[in-house]
């Protein structure tokens, strides 16, 4: 059962563009988390997911993010219009409807 | 969601066994308590869960009195790459809601 799948593992964008992050959860997890931390600095949650419904999104921007889980393929953290405050990693979680959450290795995003 | 208080930071030597205790006085009836070890780059790494008494596995044990306002999660003989942050967090243990981290604490094992 492989874990947690984030991609790409580092993501390089010039300001103004768009961020794409993906996070494939463990088989049979319908629970996802993202988060952002920055150097030396705690993991701030973004927003919680289930298939195809946001649950909760009370940590993340109300501008230029978005995120989604479909029912088929992995959840996609989407950031448009990057600038350079967005640069940090991004871990993505899963679990199943109890149990604990299991995080991927992050996507690491520079802006520049 | 549970408020829970840990050292900032502990320093220990190789060999040691460590012991982290987490304060978390407003726990519900349905909420476990859950652990999380990070290095730096890296996502956290679940670690141990336990409603009540004592958990153990082949990483760590993790002991909770019986009022449950503490836990302590238990490293036995550390060495050098335990060195990371540990966190805690409570939370229902009968479904998933959002996770929220505190700042956990920094353990450094020295030679």
């Known amino acids: 059962n492989a874990g947690v799948m984030q991609n790409p593992r580092h993501l390089v964008r010039r300001r103004g563009q768009e961020a794409r992050l993906r996070c494939s959860p463990m088989k049979g997890h319908s629970h996802v988390y993202w988060y952002r931390q920055l150097p030396e600095e705690g993991l701030k949650f973004m927003v919680y997911l289930q298939k195809e419904n946001i649950i909760d999104e009370s940590g993340m921007p109300k501008e230029r993010f978005s995120a989604e889980f479909p029912k088929e393929g992995p959840s996609i953290l989407r950031i448009q219009q990057v600038v350079r405050g967005d640069s940090a990693a991004y871990f993505c979680a899963s679990s199943p409807p109890t149990g604990p959450a299991f995080f991927g290795q992050g996507t690491r995003l520079t802006v520049v | 969601l549970a408020k829970t208080t840990q050292p900032i930071s502990m320093d220990s030597y190789e060999g040691q066994e460590v012991n982290i205790t987490c304060s978390h006085n407003n726990i519900a009836t349905n909420d476990y308590i859950t652990w999380y070890q990070q290095f730096p780059s890296q996502g956290p790494r679940f670690i141990i869960q336990g409603y009540k008494t004592k958990v153990t596995n082949e990483v760590a044990s993790l002991f909770i009195p019986a009022d449950r306002k503490s836990s302590t999660l238990s490293l036995p003989r550390v060495s050098l790459s335990d060195t990371a942050v540990y966190y805690c967090?409570?939370?229902?243990?009968?479904?998933?809601?959002?996770?929220?981290f505190g700042k956990g604490t920094r353990l450094h094992i020295l030679p």
């Open positions: 967090l409570v939370g229902d243990g009968e479904r998933n809601d959002k996770i929220i």
